[in-house]
Structure formats: structure tokens, C-alpha cells
């Protein structure tokens, strides 16, 4: 099975910024069916960024998260990217590409993790203060 794969992870200091991509391998694993999530040692899975269909990809983002990560997608790569600014030690985590082989139409689904059938292997962030 042909997972997708992430990059750009790393450390950074509080304040600072990451960018991470994801690309997979295409339909029906589209960019628009794409998402990020994160889990940190003893936390739940969390829904960061996805698209979901309202019509057009519509992008939203866990509230954690609002106003400082940003979601975006290249449809000729087939690939996402999250560009994450102001990160806080909170933000400490894996952070996992995911692809849904179908559309969905609620920003609640496109943040559930039972949504997506393919998950890449994880990117760590480390955010120190």
C-alpha cells in the first residue's frame, strides 16, 4: 500500500516557523482529500488542517491552531503543505499526512481521523522555549 510521505519537520525555538509537505501518490488520494494531523506522547490523534468539499476544497483547522498554521496544496504535485508560524511548545509533536480516498462536506468529518484510510509515517516537531 502506497502511504504518503511527509518532510520538513524539525527543531525550533518558540516564535519560530515550519514548513511541511506531503506528497502522495494520486486519485483518488487528491490533494483536496488530504489533511494533517498531530499526536503528542500521552495525548489523542488531533485534526490540524484539512479540506474538505463546501463546494471547492475549504480549508479548517483545530482550534489550537487557528490564525498561525496555514494548509495549501499543489494539484500538479498532488501534494500538501503546512506552514506553521508562531509555534509554541504546545505545538510538540508527530505530525501525520493523511489521504481519504473519498470527498466529505463537514469540516467535522474532514478533521476526523477515522475519515482517512492512508496515513504517512510522521515528521517530528520539537518546539523548545
Known amino acids: 500500500q502506497v502511504q504518503p510521505v511527509e518532510s520538513g519537520g524539525g527543531s525550533v525555538l518558540a516564535g519560530g516557523s515550519l514548513r511541511l509537505s506531503c506528497v502522495e501518490s494520486?486519485?483518488?488520494?487528491?490533494?483536496?482529500?488530504m489533511a494533517w494531523f498531530r499526536q503528542a506522547p500521552g495525548k489523542e490523534r488531533e485534526g490540524v488542517a484539512a479540506?474538505?468539499?463546501?463546494?471547492?476544497?475549504?480549508?479548517v483547522y483545530g482550534d489550537s491552531v487557528k490564525g498561525r498554521f496555514t494548509i495549501s496544496r499543489d494539484n500538479a504535485k498532488n501534494a500538501v503543505y503546512l506552514q506553521m508560524n508562531n509555534l509554541k511548545p504546545e505545538d510538540t509533536a508527530k505530525y501525520y499526512c493523511a489521504a481519504r480516498s473519498h470527498d466529505v462536506f463537514s469540516a467535522v468529518q474532514a478533521l476526523a481521523g477515522d475519515t482517512y484510510s492512508h496515513w504517512g509515517q510522521g515528521t517530528q516537531v520539537t518546539v523548545s522555549s
Open positions: 494520486g486519485f483518488p488520494y487528491t490533494s483536496d482529500r
Open positions: 479540506f474538505f468539499a463546501f463546494p471547492g476544497a475549504h480549508a
